[in-house]
């Protein structure tokens, strides 16, 4: 491992986040399209070497982002597939988008007023683009779209009818698809479901791509796949709750994380530890310092012995509080543990005793332990964590990412 990447860094296995999605396709019926949701730099994955590397299959449509500056970073890496902004974009980025062929959500209208004005004006300049859009539907989530009624069937007639928009898609999204009684969101689904019927039954105009599931319903609603699904959380290797099933799509873990023990010390009876002197010693211990914490995203809230690393394959708790760039861990019962050897916060120990007896810590742990969720937690990870990529079993120069 190089020198740069001691203090800490996240392994991203990017052949699991291939399987995670082909398992997903391969879970549909055939034809069914993947719209890979890659919002928030991949849920702390990483948006850019995630979408060059699923960009190559057929199966995936395209991408979805969050907001039009992380649609601009795709294609300033060269992700020439169709990206959609599945939130509210406002009209400064409307003019870039159009020239880089980046779907807009819509369901206001003066946002379609205004994506048609940036159109006309880019065809008096010359272009002769348009806007690919993708009605948003509300079927009870109450975030953003128009509602499944008369007025979302006059909202879809206008768009039908405004200069320069081309109505490619329709979505909406389910609020509780991830619970054991899908009862609401096939409510939804169906709710969603009639109203496109009746919009293409009015107007005669066949929308292309109706798209409503999210990874929990690709697992557990496969008759709502429609045209697309929007697959986020489970093509990076973590589960959508706890209430989905498991044994319906193989998903396997995309991220490990890494550091090295920075500072190792004896301390005798009634030494504090951390901030605050919360933990005290009640007998003499041996002490690991971390040289990782808050300030890279690493949970304050595992303080106080709810959270734990693994030394040597073992478990280490961690002692009082998480500090900004450190915290301390028990070593007391890995008397081996020296200064410079590796600390696993997230992933799998190699077993010294053969893979019967692995200790791991899945983001699905670390995100129970600290009360949050599992990507959460990933989504938090910042950029002092450097991700390392990892495919076909070897680690990519930044020239093959
Ligand atoms: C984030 C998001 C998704 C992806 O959801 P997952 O549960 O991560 O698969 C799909 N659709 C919309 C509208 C989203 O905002």
Same mark, same amino acid.
């Given at each position: 491992?190089?020198?740069?990447?001691?203090?800490?860094?996240?392994?991203?296995?990017?052949?699991?986040?291939?399987?995670?999605?082909?398992?997903?396709?391969?879970?549909?019926?055939?034809?069914?399209?993947?719209?890979?949701?890659?919002?928030?730099?991949?849920?702390? !994955?990483?948006?850019?070497?995630?979408?060059?590397?699923?960009?190559?299959?057929?199966?995936?449509?395209?991408?979805?982002?969050?907001?039009?500056?992380?649609?601009?970073?795709?294609?300033?890496?060269?992700?020439?597939?169709?990206?959609?902004?599945?939130?509210?974009?406002?009209?400064?980025?409307?003019?870039?988008?159009?020239?880089?062929?980046?779907? &807009?959500?819509?369901?206001?209208?003066?946002?379609?007023?205004?994506?048609?004005?940036?159109?006309?004006?880019?065809?008096?300049?010359?272009?002769?683009?348009?806007?690919?859009?993708?009605?948003?539907?509300?079927?009870?989530?109450?975030?953003?779209?128009?509602?499944?009624?008369?007025?979302?069937?006059? !909202?879809?007639?206008?768009?039908?009818?405004?200069?320069?928009?081309?109505?490619?898609?329709?979505?909406?999204?389910?609020?509780?698809?991830?619970?054991?009684?899908?009862?609401?969101?096939?409510?939804?689904?169906?709710?969603?479901?009639?109203?496109?019927?009746?919009?293409?039954?009015?107007?005669?105009?066949?929308?292309?791509?109706?798209?409503?599931?999210?990874?929990?319903?690709?697992?557990?609603?496969?008759?709502?796949?429609?045209?697309?699904?929007?697959?986020?959380?489970?093509?990076?290797?973590?589960? &959508?709750?706890?209430?989905?099933?498991?044994?319906?799509?193989?998903?396997?873990?995309?991220?490990?994380?890494?550091?090295?023990?920075?500072?190792?010390?004896?301390?005798?009876?009634?030494?504090?530890?951390?901030?605050?002197?919360?933990?005290?010693?009640?007998?003499?211990?041996?002490?690991?310092?971390? &040289?990782?914490?808050?300030?890279?995203?690493?949970?304050?809230?595992?303080?106080?012995?709810?959270?734990y690393v693994l030394i040597h394959g073992e478990k280490a708790?961690?002692?009082?509080?998480?500090?900004?760039?450190? !915290?301390?861990?028990?070593?007391?019962?890995?008397?081996?543990?020296?200064?410079?050897?590796?600390?696993i916060?997230?992933g799998e120990a190699e077993g010294e005793f053969?893979?019967d007896f692995v200790e791991k810590i899945?983001?699905?742990?670390?995100?129970?332990?600290?009360?949050?969720?599992?990507?959460?937690?990933?989504?938090?990870?910042?950029?002092?964590? &450097?991700?390392?990529?990892?495919?076909?079993?070897?680690?990519?120069?930044?020239?093959?990412?």
């Open positions: 491992m190089l020198e740069e990447y001691s203090r800490v860094y996240a392994k991203i296995d990017l052949d699991a986040v291939h399987s995670n999605v082909e398992n997903m396709y391969n879970a549909m019926p055939r034809g069914t399209n993947i719209l890979a949701v890659v919002k928030t730099d991949g849920y702390g !994955f990483g948006a850019v070497p995630i979408s060059r590397m699923l960009m190559k299959e057929p199966y995936v449509w395209g991408f979805a982002t969050a907001t039009a500056e992380e649609a601009f970073e795709l294609r300033e890496a060269g992700v020439s597939k169709p990206i959609l902004v599945l939130g509210y974009t406002f009209p400064y980025a409307y003019d870039r988008m159009l020239k880089e062929n980046i779907r &807009p959500a819509v369901f206001r209208y003066d946002m379609l007023k205004q994506l048609s004005e940036r159109v006309k004006k880019r065809r008096n300049l010359g272009g002769n683009e348009v806007f690919h859009v993708h009605i948003a539907v509300d079927c009870g989530m109450s975030r953003i779209g128009v509602r499944p009624d008369a007025d979302g069937m006059n !909202f879809f007639k206008t768009a039908l009818e405004t200069e320069g928009i081309e109505v490619e898609g329709i979505f909406t999204h389910f609020a509780r698809a991830d619970e054991a009684d899908l009862t609401n969101a096939h409510d939804s689904h169906k709710i969603f479901s009639r109203f496109v019927n009746d919009l293409e039954a009015e107007t005669g105009y066949h929308i292309p791509l109706k798209h409503c599931s999210n990874s929990a319903s690709i697992i557990d609603m496969p008759e709502a796949h429609m045209d697309m699904v929007r697959c986020g959380v489970t093509m990076y290797g973590m589960w &959508p709750s706890d209430e989905v099933s498991r044994d319906k799509i193989k998903i396997s873990p995309v991220m490990s994380i890494y550091s090295h023990i920075s500072f190792i010390k004896d301390i005798s009876e009634g030494t504090p530890v951390s901030y605050g002197g919360t933990f005290v010693a009640d007998k003499r211990m041996r002490v690991a310092t971390i &040289p990782v914490g808050y300030g890279d995203g690493y949970p304050r809230s595992l303080s106080g012995g709810r959270g708790r961690i002692l009082g509080r998480v500090c900004m760039d450190q !915290f301390m861990v028990d070593v007391s019962h890995i008397p081996n543990a020296m200064e410079g050897d590796e600390v916060l997230i053969g893979d899945t983001v699905e742990e670390l995100g129970d332990l600290s009360g949050r969720f599992n990507y959460e937690f990933t989504c938090n990870l910042n950029h002092r964590v &450097p991700r390392l990529y990892e495919r076909d079993g070897r680690i990519l120069k930044d020239s093959e990412i």
